[in-house]
Each structure stands twice: as C-alpha cells, then as structure tokens.
C-alpha cells in the first residue's frame, strides 16, 4: 500500500460516506428482500425485464452490466419461482430470450425500489464530469484494497455459484 499522506479527517469523511452508502444498500435491500422474498440481484433482474424482455443471455449481462454466469444463475432462480420465462428466439435457435411472466409483472407492480434502482438513478442524476470522476477514483480504491480481479457480480449476490 501506498504512504498514508491523506489528512485524517479527510480520510475519516470518506470512511463516513462509505458507511452510509453501504447502509444504505443494505437496508434498501433487506427491505425489498422481506417484501418480495426475493434477493436485490433478482429484483434487479425482473425490473429490467419489465422494461424490455432480454434477447439473450448476454444482452441480459450488458444490461445489468455483469457477466453471463451471474446472470444466468439469477434467470435460473426466477424461473424455479414462475417469475420469468425462457423461449426460443424467433430469428436465432441458437438463442435464448429472457421474459417476464405474468405472476412476475404482479410482483414488480408491489414491491418498492431496488438497490440497483436507486444507486443507477442517483449515478445518472450526477453531472457527467462527476461521474467520470467517481468512476476512475472508485477503480483507483477497488484497486488499492487489491479487489481489481474479482467479479463484478450483481449487489449482494454471491457469486455464480453461490446462493440466494
């Protein structure tokens, strides 16, 4: 690590923010995960489907800006639970496109905000050179805390192989 040169209340400000935001998250998802029953991960899923069914899994993968087994995984859940549907695509057998079922829609009609959701809008209602900055400096701490290599998987979702 590099030499501390940061004054403390500096440090100590950041350390603040962080907390917050953490708290935030956790408790917006705990919220939505008692009312749902489903994880924030999952709730950010069918939110997009609702917007627009996927036409593959990785189109699904931009979209929530992960990789292709982490979704996966999530789709895979919310089909056990009726929540989503797989269908062959109409211009590509090889392709899978992702929908939201009826049962799926009731649901997102009823539940309140998602993590995802509020952090994308607050990041989207930030001034571009703001969140240019936030971005580079946000990779620039990820990086010194030595997490560069681990997945970007969803908020609170384990991992492609984890659970919930």
């Given at each position: ?52 069914p996927a036409e593959s899994m990785n189109d699904l993968a931009d979209r929530t800006s992960t990789d292709q087994s982490s979704v996966s995984v999530v789709v895979s859940r919310l ?86």
């Amino acid at each position: 690590m590099g030499a501390n040169t940061n004054p403390p209340e500096v440090v100590g400000r950041a350390l603040v923010s962080i907390r917050r935001l953490v708290r935030t998250l956790r408790t917006t998802a705990v919220s939505v995960e008692r009312e749902t029953g489903l994880s924030t991960a999952q709730t950010f899923v069918l939110q997009l489907l609702l917007q627009a069914p996927a036409e593959s899994m990785n189109d699904l993968a931009d979209r929530t800006s992960t990789d292709q087994s982490s979704v996966s995984v999530v789709v895979s859940r919310l089909e056990a639970k009726g929540l989503v549907a797989r269908l062959a695509s109409a211009t590509d057998a090889r392709r899978t496109q992702v929908v939201i079922t009826n049962d799926g829609i009731s649901l997102m009609h009823r539940k309140p905000p998602t993590v995802q959701q509020r952090l994308t809008h607050a990041l989207a209602c930030m001034p571009p050179s703001s969140l240019e900055l936030l971005a580079t400096e946000l990779n620039n701490l990820v990086a010194l805390l030595g997490a560069g290599e681990e997945p970007a998987t969803l908020i609170f979702e384990d991992d492609a192989t984890g659970s919930n």
